[in-house]
């Protein structure tokens, strides 16, 4: 079988095809995701500032705001911005694993490995029987 023949079975195969519709309902959700990130920035007045945060009254939206966005700018390799967002998310409300894991996964990447095990000791004391932190803080001491 030749390439060409071989692509057009693929092409035609319902598996691939439900990929490619789900792919494309991933990206649909990012461009949403950047679109209110956006809209809530200008509403605002610009681009958030960690010391612009003091003037908010806490809101769960806004916190969770921070938590996606930081979530997003990691899946599109921009580890900085999206550490900066983890903390402003975790100065905001501390008692969410999930902000230090996510934020304890951008240090790995970032080869920031000890800060990383120092993370994913809090969201051991805060999850306990959470397995996923246990795997990446004994991958990250291997490496």
């Known amino acids: 079988m030749n390439l060409l023949e071989e692509s057009s079975e ?16 991933l990206n649909i959700g990012f461009f949403i995701l950047i679109y209110q990130i956006n809209r809530l920035s200008k509403l605002v007045g ?24 930081a979530n997003t700018l990691l899946m599109l390799n921009y580890q900085e911005e999206a550490l900066e967002q983890y903390n402003i998310a975790i100065l905001k409300n501390n008692k969410l694993p999930d ?3 996510n934020k304890a996964i951008t240090l790995s990447k970032m080869n920031r490995l000890e800060e990383a095990l120092n993370y994913y000791d809090i969201v051991i004391s805060l999850l306990p029987l959470d397995s996923k ?11």
Request: net charge positive.
């Open 46 to 69: 610009g681009i958030f500032k960690p010391l612009q945060l003091l003037n908010f009254q806490k809101s769960r939206k806004l916190v969770k705001l921070f938590y996606e966005r």
């Open 99 to 101: 902000y230090y894991f």
């Open 133 to 143: 932190s246990y795997i990446n803080k004994g991958d990250d001491q291997i490496l």
């Open 10 to 25: 693929q092409q035609n195969n319902p598996f691939t095809l439900d990929l490619q519709v789900n792919k494309n309902f």
